[in-house]
């Protein structure tokens, strides 16, 4: 394991200095002030899957659509507003109804951390409870305001109860939570050795080559165990190699 952690050391710091043109993370970087680097970051993690010069065409439409002000975008969001871009699984309507949502919860809460919190409980150390309640929220307004929940909104808000990994999720914690170049940390009341690495194929692969699951199946067992596993390299904080590893499976590298 010794040989491990000192590579995935030499990753992290290499990928840590500030190598954040290659990901989603920059879209959230483009902001200084705390509501716009929340929300940006939501979104962004919202449609982080698929092709990456997809998610970066779907992001950049948003920026243009909001005029580059994300938060008061989507505070003063209404029904008769027209989305007309869509991102893979999802629809414009979708997209239109995720908005509408987002911004009544907002109205009410102000921030995503409020809400969040309202479901968290640090001694219960409990990510996957405090996240399936966290998407309820979403799926049980989606519900109330629209009916029968579409494909789209529900792969949006997946849930770990039922065995999903939650991906975009915890990538989403994981910007929150943590600090460091590519991380905000502005969530500072979780700490850091609560989050689950965000599993997609990319980290999954290269996660059996170095012996950190056994799974084949992505799911939200396999991000506990190999959380579990970077936990025995850094105890306190063991999702910090998730960027490095991400992007080594994504150039399709060998951590020489």
């Known amino acids: 394991m010794k040989n491990l952690k000192d590579k995935l050391e030499y990753y992290y710091n290499f990928f840590n200095d500030s190598k954040i043109e290659l990901d989603p993370v920059q879209f959230p970087h483009k902001f200084s002030d705390y509501n716009n680097i929340e929300i940006m970051a939501f979104i962004a993690s919202v449609f982080a899957y698929g092709n990456i010069k997809q998610i970066f065409s779907t992001l950049n439409n948003f920026l243009i659509l909001s005029e580059n002000s994300p938060y008061e975008f ?29 911004k009544k919860i907002l109205s009410k809460k102000r921030t995503l951390k409020n809400i969040f919190f309202e479901n968290f409980s640090d001694k219960e150390k409990n990510i996957k409870k405090s996240l399936t309640e966290f998407s309820k929220v979403f799926l049980n307004h989606y519900e109330d305001n629209f009916g029968k929940i579409s494909n789209g909104f529900k792969f949006m808000f997946p849930l770990p109860e039922r065995g999903s990994a939650c991906k975009r999720m915890n990538l989403f914690l994981r910007w929150m939570v943590r600090k460091d170049k590519i991380d905000f940390g502005i969530w500072q009341e979780i700490s850091t050795d609560k989050l689950i690495i965000p599993v997609d194929t990319h980290i999954a692969k290269i996660s059996r080559k170095l012996k950190l699951t056994k799974r084949i199946n992505i799911s939200w067992k396999m991000a506990e165990e190999i959380t579990d596993n970077l936990r025995k390299l850094d105890s306190k904080d063991p999702v910090k190699y998730d960027f490095a590893l991400c992007h080594l499976g994504m150039k399709k590298l060998e951590i020489i």
């Open 74 to 102: 989507i505070y003063n969001y209404h029904n008769h507003c027209k989305i007309k871009f869509k991102h893979r699984f999802y629809s414009s309507l979708d997209i239109h109804r995720f908005f509408i949502i987002l």
